[in-house]
């Protein structure tokens, strides 16, 4: 029997605490105080396997083994930053919330199951994917009276990373509002039952459960978007950025909360492409993504450093150790790549003033574009927006 989950946080204003009595202790999370080890955190680029927790997936199984709850930032690197704030529940940059430790399958899905109905409103319903070979998580499911469709893709086994084998059971919440039904996956729990590629059998699984901390407060706080939860403040870049399209704002919060951390981890420009490793282009290329969305949409220089000091200070009051001299570092970095997009719209607008004449407007700026690589074609609408001074 587990006797106690360590705390990973205290509680703060934001959030009360979330209390879960499943006979044996109560324990409380969220927007608080982080351990030692998640203080200063660093990217974990589409990982759960931060290093606190690496021996669920990789090496020797402790022989002691305490449960924790805690949370760490991860980065969706995939597709590159064009593509952020399009979705209602993918952010780029989210907060992992995770559940660890070794405990039997019925003891874990009870401690989520109860920590979802102590947290939820009652219009929000809990659907399940299990793997058709584990009938514990069925018949779990069927005592509570909790809906659980069988998925064969359940089975935990990737041999490219891990030497562990297990099944999954994925915990979805869904919810009808005025405008649309939401059903979004809110925990992917992980029971290895096996290490050493099946060899060795445990006793008592491993398990880890972990999912977005921001889509757990889509429905704890009635929300319809990661965005609009309490881990932003997406109200005062609104109130800031007047006139300004929604979809510019999220992309503008998703991509301001992207860069803030990606620096605080440690990364910096750098003093070339060909000198920096995949992770440092991410970062040069999320904190290119973020200025040239921002010369698109006319959102000053000085507006961005407002509301970078803000989401700084937000970040800070969830208990992270933020450091004021990497604050400083990445403001001097955006204000660098926002003064060489500035200088490349003004050589694209110097061409076609100077071939205008003998090419015409359009002529030129199809030469103008084809002698500046990168991201000169996506500077486009501000060349067009030059047109009448040419």
Not at 1 to 23: A, F, P, Q
Not at 172 to 185: P, T
Not at 302 to 320: A, T
Request: aromatic residues 10%; contains cysteine.
């Amino acid at each position: 029997m587990l006797d106690k989950i360590e705390n990973t946080y205290k509680s703060d204003k934001l959030i009360e605490k979330l209390n879960v009595r499943l006979g044996f202790n109560l324990f409380h999370f969220l927007n608080v105080k982080p351990e030692p080890e998640y203080s200063n955190y660093s990217a974990v680029f589409m990982s759960a396997m931060q290093k606190p927790l690496i021996w669920l997936y990789k090496g020797i199984t402790p022989e002691n083994i305490s449960s924790s709850i805690s949370t760490g930032f991860c980065i969706r690197s995939e597709k590159g930053f064009t593509n952020a704030g399009s979705s209602n529940r993918h952010l780029k940059c989210f907060e992992m919330l995770t559940i660890a430790g070794q405990m039997h399958e019925e003891q874990m899905l009870a401690l989520i199951v109860q920590l979802l109905k102590d947290n939820m409103p009652n219009n929000v319903n809990i659907i399940a994917h299990v793997y058709p070979n584990d009938r514990i998580a069925q018949n779990f499911f069927m005592k509570h009276n909790i809906s659980f469709i069988l998925k064969d893709e359940c089975y935990f086994k990737e041999p490219d990373k891990t030497d562990r084998e297990g099944h999954r059971v994925e915990l979805n919440l869904m919810v009808q509002n005025v405008e649309e039904e939401i059903c979004w996956e809110i925990f992917n729990c992980v029971f290895i039952t096996a290490t050493n590629y099946g060899e060795n059998k445990l006793n008592l699984p491993l398990v880890e459960a972990s999912g977005s901390l921001e889509r757990f407060l889509v429905f704890s706080e009635g929300k319809d978007h990661v965005l609009k939860t309490s881990r932003f403040d997406i109200d005062s870049v609104t109130a800031i950025l007047q006139n300004v399209n929604i979809n510019v704002i999220y992309k503008f919060t998703d991509l301001l909360r992207t860069v803030i951390i990606l620096s605080q981890s440690g990364y910096n420009l750098g003093q070339s492409i060909r000198k920096s490793d995949k992770l440092q282009i991410l970062y040069t290329t999320a904190c290119n993504e973020f200025m040239l969305h921002c010369l698109i949409n006319n959102i000053s220089f000085e507006i961005i450093i407002n509301l970078i000091q803000r989401d700084f200070e937000l970040i800070k009051s969830f208990g992270y150790d933020c450091e004021e001299i990497g604050l400083q570092r990445l403001i001097l970095e955006l204000a660098e790549i926002f003064q060489k997009l500035n200088k490349k719209i003004e050589n694209i607008k110097n061409y076609i003033r100077s071939n205008v004449a003998k090419l015409g407007t359009n002529k030129s700026i199809e030469r103008a574009l084809r002698l500046h690589d990168g991201d000169a074609k996506r500077l486009l609408p501000i060349i067009e927006k030059l047109n009448k001074d040419i």
